[in-house]
C-alpha cells in the first residue's frame, strides 16, 4: 500500500491510501503507482573537500544538498568564489551545480576535491628568487616557490598543470610539484644562468637555454638530460619544441637558427640568411614552417622540412624583436623598435597592415587566442589593444610601465607586468580587476595556466562546518 498527499486546487489537502490495482484520476487522466514518484528519505552524513597542501574541509549535508550549496561550504572556507570552482568525485567533475549530493551518488564519507579554473590562475618568477601561483579572481597568492639562490628569470606550467619549471640565474632549473610545494628534481648541468625553460606540447620533454652556449633536452620525470645542443657558435637566444615535441628549432647571436632532432640531439637544419643577431624564432601550428625575428630590421618565413627561406618580410626601420604566427597560422605579427607592429601575410610576405600610436619602440606583441585581437608593450609605458582586421587602436592602457604583458587564455582579460606587481584587467572596459603584490623584486615573468587544466585550491587550515 502507498499513502498519497493530495492538495486540490482551493487548497484542501487530505491522504489517500493506494492499493496496487487502484486507479486514480486527475482531470481526466489515469494515475497508476508506477507514475507515482516515491521521495526516498532524507539522510544527513559528513563529507570531506580536500584543497591544497593537505588543507580538508569537513561538511555536514545531506542528501538532497544541491552541489551549489557544497560550493558555497568551500567559499565559506576558502573564500574561493562559487564561479571558479570545480568539484571533483574520483575523476568526474560534477559539472551541473543544480544536481543534489545523491544523484551524483556523494554519501557518507565521501571525498572530493576542489579545483579553480585554469583561466584564474598563474604563475610568476621574481628576482626576489622565489616563484608564486595566484588565484586570480581573489587575488590570492596560493603558493610560493622557495629553493633557488639567485634571481628566477621563468616559471612554465606543465600541459596539466601537475608541475611546474623554474629558470633561475643559479644555474639550475628546478621541478615543483604544485599540490605539494615539493622541488621534484634540481636540473644541474649547465654552466651558467638559466634564461627559460619549456615543456613540449605532450608534457614529456623539458628544453632549457643558459648563457653558456648549450640548450639542454631533459626527461621531467626522471631529471635526466637526454641531450645536449652545442652547435651554436655564440649565445642562444630562444629554444621552443615543435607542436609534435619532435623537432626542436635555436636562436642564436650568431646570426643563425638551427633546427634539431629533439629525441638524438642530431642538427637537421641551419636556417642562414639573417645578417644580424636572430632574437626568437617559432613553429607555425602545422610545425611546417618556422618564423624568425632579427636585428636585421626583418623576419623570416622557412620551411621546417627544407631549411629554406620562403619569405624574408621586409618594411621595418629597426630592430624586429617579436614574431609570432597567429592561432591559425594564417598570419604574422611582428613588433619592433622602430615603435611600430605589422601583420602580414606569411605565404607572399606582404605586409597586409601597420600599427601605428606607440611613441617609443616595441618589446612584446602578441594575438588573443582566437586572432581577433592582438596586444603590444612599448617603452611609452603604455599597452594597446588593437583590432587585426582593421588594424584600429581599440584600447590604450597608459602609465603601466609593463616589462611583460599576456591575454588570459579566454581573451577577456589581459595581464600586465611592472616592476614587483602584476595587475589583471578587463579587455573591453580597461578596468583593472585585480592587483596581485607579494614579490620582493622585479617580476621577470608571468604565465596564465592553460584553459584545459584545474590546479588544486588553497588553504592552510582544516575546519567542521555545521
Known amino acids: 500500500m502507498v499513502v498519497i498527499n493530495v492538495q486540490t486546487r482551493n487548497g484542501d489537502r487530505f491522504a489517500l491510501d493506494m492499493e496496487p490495482d487502484d486507479t486514480l484520476y486527475v482531470d481526466s487522466v489515469v ?17 570531506f573537500v580536500h584543497g591544497m597542501g593537505g588543507a580538508m574541509l569537513i561538511a555536514d549535508v545531506k542528501s538532497d544538498d544541491l552541489i551549489r550549496h557544497v560550493k558555497h561550504l568551500v ?18 567533475v560534477l559539472r551541473d551545480d543544480c544536481k543534489s549530493l545523491e544523484e551524483y551518488g556523494i554519501e557518507e564519507g565521501s571525498m572530493l576535491t576542489v579545483v579553480v579554473k585554469a583561466t584564474d590562475v598563474m604563475v610568476t618568477a621574481s628576482g626576489d628568487e622565489t616563484a608564486k601561483i595566484w588565484n586570480v579572481t581573489t587575488g590570492e597568492c596560493i603558493r610560493t616557490f622557495v629553493g633557488h639562490v639567485n634571481i628566477v628569470y621563468s616559471a612554465v606550467l606543465s600541459p596539466d598543470c601537475s608541475t611546474m619549471l623554474t629558470a633561475s640565474r643559479d644555474s639550475t632549473v628546478k621541478i ?7 622541488c621534484i628534481h634540481t636540473l644541474t648541468g649547465h654552466g651558467g644562468a638559466v634564461l627559460s625553460a619549456r615543456y613540449s606540447q605532450d608534457g614529456l620533454k623539458v628544453i632549457t637555454i643558459a648563457a653558456d652556449r648549450t640548450a639542454k633536452i631533459w626527461n621531467p620525470t626522471t631529471g635526466e638530460c637526454m641531450q645536449t645542443i652545442m652547435g651554436q657558435d655564440r649565445d642562444i637566444s630562444s629554444a621552443i619544441f615543435s607542436l609534435d615535441g619532435s623537432s626542436v628549432v635555436t636562436t642564436s647571436f650568431d646570426v643563425t637558427a638551427k633546427i634539431w632532432n629533439a629525441n638524438n640531439g642530431q642538427q637537421l637544419k641551419i636556417l642562414t640568411g639573417h645578417s644580424l643577431l636572430v632574437c626568437g624564432a617559432i613553429f607555425s601550428p602545422d610545425s611546417s614552417l618556422v618564423l624568425t625575428a632579427s636585428y636585421d630590421n626583418t623576419a623570416k ?23 609570432l604566427f597567429s592561432p591559425d ?11 611600430t607592429a605589422k601583420i602580414w601575410d606569411p605565404i607572399n610576405g606582404e605586409c597586409i597592415r601597420t600599427l601605428t600610436g606607440h611613441e617609443d619602440s616595441l618589446s612584446i606583441a602578441a594575438y588573443s587566442p582566437d586572432g581577433s585581437t592582438a596586444l603590444t608593450v ?12 582593421s588594424g584600429e587602436c581599440m584600447q590604450t592602457l597608459s602609465g603601466c610601465g609593463a ?10 582579460t589581459i595581464l600586465t607586468c611592472s616592476d614587483q606587481t602584476c595587475k589583471v584587467w578587463n579587455v573591453t572596459s580597461l578596468e583593472c580587476v585585480q592587483t596581485l603584490t607579494g614579490h620582493d623584486e622585479i617580476v621577470w615573468f608571468a604565465m596564465f595556466a592553460a584553459d584545459s587544466c584545474s590546479i588544486l585550491s588553497p588553504n592552510q587550515k582544516c575546519v567542521d562546518v555545521f
Open 75 to 92: 567559499h565559506e572556507w576558502s573564500g574561493i568564489a562559487p564561479c571558479v570552482q570545480r568539484l571533483v568525485l574520483d575523476n568526474l
Open 329 to 339: 597560422g594564417s598570419s604574422v605579427l611582428t613588433a619592433s623598435e622602430d615603435r
Open 31 to 47: 494515475v497508476t503507482r508506477s507514475m507515482i514518484r516515491i521521495k526516498k528519505p532524507i539522510t544527513y552524513f559528513k563529507i
Open 176 to 182: 615543483w610539484n604544485i599540490t605539494s610545494g615539493e
Open 378 to 389: 612599448s617603452s611609452d609605458c603604455t599597452v594597446k589593444i588593437w583590432n587585426v582586421a
Open 301 to 323: 618565413v622557412w620551411s621546417a622540412r627544407s631549411g629554406g627561406c620562403l619569405q624574408t618580410l621586409a618594411g621595418h626601420s629597426n630592430h624586429v624583436n617579436v614574431a
Open 403 to 412: 616589462n611583460f604583458a599576456a591575454f588570459s587564455p579566454d581573451g577577456s
